[in-house]
Antibody
Framework: QVQLVESGGGVVQPGRSLRLSCAAS????????MHWVRQAPGKGLEWVAI????????YSADSVKARFTISRDNSKNTLYLQMNSLRVEDTAVYYC????????????WGQGTMVTVAS | QSALTQPASVSGSPGQSITISCTGT?????????VSWYQQRPGKAPKLMIY???KRPSGVSNRFFGSKSGNTASLTVSGLQAEDEADYFC??????????FGGGTKLTVL
């Protein structure tokens, strides 16, 4: 079955960096666009970034642009999110999400990994 | 990239129907038929309930119905059941090649 397993979360100080990973299985990874979506404690969902199935294009939310970079390694069936210059407001559960159809509608979600930015 | 607008909460009694609205702009909801809806139970990851405005993934009850008119999409849940109590989020593709979510609606089954 389709499975997405995030890792790499933890507690980090403001201004530091962290890299999240998402291991995908149960589907042809290199045929799907992939997203990162986050959810701050007790808050709603916030879309973070998308990368096309072949990695040729990526887009991100204004709130993380120039600080976060989405990437993928199709040979390893793995999605990444490099997070630099972290801020307290980046504290959230980060979900890896598969995208279906031409515009990569988010469909299958991982269980998420918690990132806490605090001094 | 402003969030789509949803009511904070809706409620209904078992067996009744409720509708959750999701309002955007012509740059997102109104411009594309790529609106989706997600159900999220406490402590769990979101689950896709509706995509492409009105399509249901395999396994989702036909009590869930999606529609759109202009810049507003809607999710209707008919024959409310206790298990439907959850948070619901809408999402849309945007003209900037990005995605945007709504603020979420808490559905309470009375």
């Amino acid at each position: 079955q389709v499975q997405l397993v995030e890792s790499g979360g933890g507690v980090v100080q403001p201004g530091r960096s962290l890299r999240l990973s998402c291991a995908a299985s149960g589907f042809t990874f290199n045929s799907y666009g992939m997203h990162w979506v986050r959810q701050a404690p007790g808050k709603g969902l916030e879309w973070v970034a998308i990368i096309w199935y072949d990695g040729t294009n990526e887009y991100s939310a204004d709130s993380v642009k120039a600080r976060f970079t989405i990437s993928r390694d199709n040979s390893k069936n793995t999605l990444y999110l490099q997070m630099n210059s972290l801020r307290v407001e980046d504290t959230a559960v980060y979900y890896c999400v598969r995208g279906i159809d031409y515009y990569a509608t988010p469909d299958i979600w991982g269980q998420g990994t918690m990132v806490t930015v605090a001094s | 990239q402003s969030a789509l607008t949803q009511p904070a909460s809706v409620s209904g009694s078992p067996g009744q129907s409720i509708t959750i609205s999701c309002t955007g702009t012509s740059s997102d909801v109104g411009g594309y038929n790529y609106v989706s809806w997600y159900q999220q139970r406490p402590g769990k990851a979101p689950k896709l309930m509706i995509y492409d405005v009105s399509k249901r993934p395999s396994g989702v009850s036909n009590r869930f119905f999606g529609s759109k008119s202009g810049n507003t999409a809607s999710l209707t849940v008919s024959g409310l059941q206790a298990e439907d109590e959850a948070d619901y989020f809408c999402s849309s593709y945007t003209r900037s090649s990005t995605w945007v979510f709504g603020g979420g609606t808490k559905l309470t089954v009375l």
